[in-house]
């Protein structure tokens, strides 16, 4: 906050956010890190911040992430050509292998490593630790490989980090009973460990407004729509494309018992504060 700032209105705005933080205190919180705050250093501080000053007012934050980028670098290095399947990555045994190396290893010790930097405490999972993500094979897309859909999530090694006191930040790999791994969307996944923790919120990050009534125009942003509205809007080709599985994510976490999704705009610095700490907010939101 700037120093032009007074101290009185310095006050104010903490005053004014003490309503949200009795809200949200001891509750479960899922954010899905992605888009261009992953990739842009100023919006990489941005939502460290946030998620530790979220963290250390009470409420119990879970970071959720992908990292296609540095996958995607990883195999060119190593001379492996992505290849995508109706906009879904086709990960053969070789490409799952890269998958969960970077994912597991450089992507979320990375992250890990941020948040320590700005005074938090986190502990690095991945969907294979403890059992915590069980999947099977996805089929319904045709053959993706080592892709999979969440069958159950053990939130058991989620609440054991933080009721040690660690942020627990998730690499979305999981596995089998027979012990193939498989790469997970990490807004499904988001989804799925936001509803098996009973969340107050699940929020996915991306690089635009929210669901847009005209998505050539960012100003007739919809700021809340009802899961039962959204079959409707699909029909009328508001809600199209690449929104259709973020959204159908949203809805199936509501129906599943977490109290409201957003869709945000992580090009926003402090995002994640805004929609959670204002009355405006600042994205869509699905109740």
């Known amino acids: 906050m700037s120093d032009s700032i007074s101290n009185q209105a310095k006050a ?6 003490l309503p949200y933080i009795q809200k949200y205190y001891g509750k479960y919180v899922v954010v899905k890190y992605g888009g261009n705050a992953m990739i842009d250093d100023h919006l990489k501080d941005c939502v460290m911040r946030d998620i530790v000053l979220l963290n250390l007012i009470g409420i119990k934050v879970v970071l959720v992430h992908g990292g296609g980028p540095d996958i995607n670098a990883t195999l060119k290095r190593m001379g492996i050509e992505p290849r995508f399947v109706n906009g879904l990555r086709y990960t053969d045994a070789e490409t799952m292998e890269v998958v969960q190396m970077v994912l597991s290893g450089k992507t979320n010790k990375n992250l890990v490593t941020l948040v320590e930097q700005h005074g938090g405490r986190a502990l690095g999972l991945c969907g294979i630790d403890g059992g915590m ?10 053959d993706l490989g080592f892709v999979g859909d969440v069958t159950e999530v053990d939130t058991a090694p989620i609440t054991d980090a933080i009721d040690q006191g660690y942020i627990p930040v998730i690499a979305t790999v999981g596995c089998d009973s027979e012990g193939n791994v498989y790469n997970i969307n990490a807004d499904t996944a988001a989804a799925a460990i936001a509803s098996a923790l009973g969340a107050e919120n699940l929020i996915l990050m991306t690089d635009i407004r929210g669901l847009l009534r005209d998505k050539e125009d960012e100003s007739t942003l919809i700021p809340s729509v009802r899961v039962s509205e959204v079959p409707g809007l699909i029909r009328e080709g508001i809600i199209s494309g690449g929104m259709i599985p973020k959204i159908e994510c949203c809805v199936e976490s509501v129906r599943q018992g977490v109290s409201r999704a957003f869709i945000i705009d992580g090009r926003i610095p402090h995002s994640i504060l805004i929609e959670m700490m204002t009355d405006e907010g600042i994205g869509t939101m699905f109740l």
């Open 133 to 142: 993500i069980r999947a099977t094979k996805k089929t319904d897309k045709g």
């Open 12 to 17: 104010a705005v903490i005053v004014h956010a």
